[in-house]
């Protein structure tokens, strides 16, 4: 069992930036890819970034590509989202999550597709004001 807890996430002005962590426990985190996700009101769950277990490979989407920056500290068992030159458009909760099954050295398609996580923090809230 992984257990998955996001902070970071606040209320934040059109164009500042904000630094998402997402703490793992309880699960091999170092040989899982992460992918962060989020949820807009009244949209579907939308992928936003995923890395490799050894952070060698990364996947954004075209909303946010040039704007965040996904890591991941092994040693610490922590994953991070670097936020920056927000829009009004990306507030949204946002959601980590762990893929156990995927041990690969570069992501793809499945770790776009939300289904293939098993385990997934309870979200934090990112709200960018106009």
């Known amino acids: 069992q992984v257990l998955l807890v996001e902070s970071g996430g606040g209320l934040v002005q059109q164009g500042g930036s904000l630094r998402l962590s997402c703490a793992a426990s309880?699960?091999?985190?170092?040989?899982?890819?992460m992918g962060w996700f989020r949820q807009a009101p009244g949209k579907e769950r939308q992928f936003v970034a995923s890395?490799?277990?050894?952070?060698?490979?990364?996947l954004y989407a075209d909303s946010v590509k040039g704007r965040f920056t996904i890591s991941r500290d092994n040693a610490k068992a922590t994953l991070y989202l670097e936020m920056n030159s927000l829009k009004p458009e990306d507030t949204a909760v946002y959601y980590c999550?762990?893929?156990?099954?995927?041990?690969?050295?570069?992501?793809?398609?499945?770790?776009?597709?939300?289904?293939?996580?098993?385990?997934w923090g309870q979200g934090t809230q990112v709200t960018v004001s106009s």
């Open positions: 309880g699960g091999a985190f170092s040989q899982t890819t």
């Open positions: 999550a762990a893929d156990p099954a995927s041990f690969v050295v570069v992501v793809g398609l499945r770790s776009q597709d939300p289904r293939s996580y098993d385990y």
């Open positions: 890395i490799s277990w050894s952070a060698g490979s990364t």
